[in-house]
Structures are given as C-alpha cells and as structure tokens.
C-alpha cells in the first residue's frame, strides 16, 4: 500500500511568519513530489512539483525533498491571511503513472 | 475560459437514480482522471484514461463506470446512486512532458448529493 502522511492541522501562523508544512510517504523509490493550494471548496491549484534531492525556490515557496528519509516538506514564507487554505501533498510512487494525494494539511495565518 | 471544465457544479440527486458528471478541456491533454474528495480523505481516483481507448480503473472505481468520447471529453457516469457517493469529484488533466514531472492539472469540481 503506497501511502502520503501529513498532519491535518489546523496549523496556525501569524502574519509575517514561515510556515512549514511536512510530508512523509512510503515508497522509497518515488520520483515526483508535487505540492497543491486547495481554497475551501474550490480545486486544487498547483504551487509547485519537486523531483531531485534538495529545496527548489518559487516566490515565497520553498519545496524541500529527502529522499533518504522520504519526507518532502513547503515553507511559505512572509505567510498571508491570502495563504489559508489546505496544502496537499502528492506522489508519483515509481512504476506508477498515477499520483497518491496525502489528505492535506489546513494553514490558518492570522493577522 | 477555463482550460477544464465541469458540468453540472452542482447536483442533487435520489438514491437509485443515473447520474453523469461531464469533463471538457481545451489543454490539449492526453490523459484525464477522475477523483473524489471526502473530508479528511483527500483525493482519491476513481478512474484514469491516457488517450481515447485506454481506460483504467483507480482505487475506488466501484458503483462508477467512465466514458472517453473524444481526446477533450471524459464522463463519468454513476449508474444508481447511492447516498455514500456523496462528495467532491474532480475531473483532471495532464500531458507528459520530456525532463518535466507529468503534472495534473484539475477543473473547478462537481458537488454532488445524493439523498
């Protein structure tokens, strides 16, 4: 069984700060690490995808991937009341053409 | 205009009854996939198809049948509801691209109940 962990939250940041959202998975020989936004009944939205060892900047986004200890984690930094939302997590497992979304994890930024 | 697009946005049906939720995109994607999303599940997909005559099932593809009419076109079709498909459902897209992840791209989703 192919499996994407993340904490449900809520994590709660103030204004202004870095918030770090983590992501385990378990099979060690996937390739692709994606990271979703998900408003409150709306679809997912891409941030961005991952695949080598290391932290991949975009903006205020920082992906960050351990493939020895196979967690994948985001950092929003300058967090904004705007970045409240679910963050999913997802995996393309190798061998696989399908990803694994992990259930999310709910960022609250208050002011 | 959207890229992809979900009809109806919302349904409210009776148990027993056919249903079909209908997925168009203008990406120009090969691959479409089908999810439902449940509080506190996450995504999980029901059914995949990577071109016009290639259907898949995913890992909840029971009580649900799928239809690829045309590489810009994927239906899916819930043949007597029952309350328990209650959920979320999103058509999404994606196109394989070389040094690039396959990357999954999702319409604005159907909220369907079924009573």
Redesign the interface.
Known sequence: QKEVEQNSGPLSVPEGAIASLNCTYSDRGSQSFFWYRQYSGKSPELIMFIYSNGDKEDGRFTAQLNKASQYVSLLIRDSQPSDSATYLCAVRPSGYNKLIFGAGTRLAVHP | DADVTQTPRNRITKTGKRIMLECSQTKGHDRM?WYRQDP??????IY?S?DVKDINK?EISDGYSVSRQAQAKFSLSLESAIPNQTA?Y?CATSAPSAGV?????????T?LTVL
């Open positions: 996939y506190g599940l996450g995504l999980r997909l995949y990577f995913g979320l999103f992840p396959d990357t999954q791209y999702f319409g604005p989703g909220r």
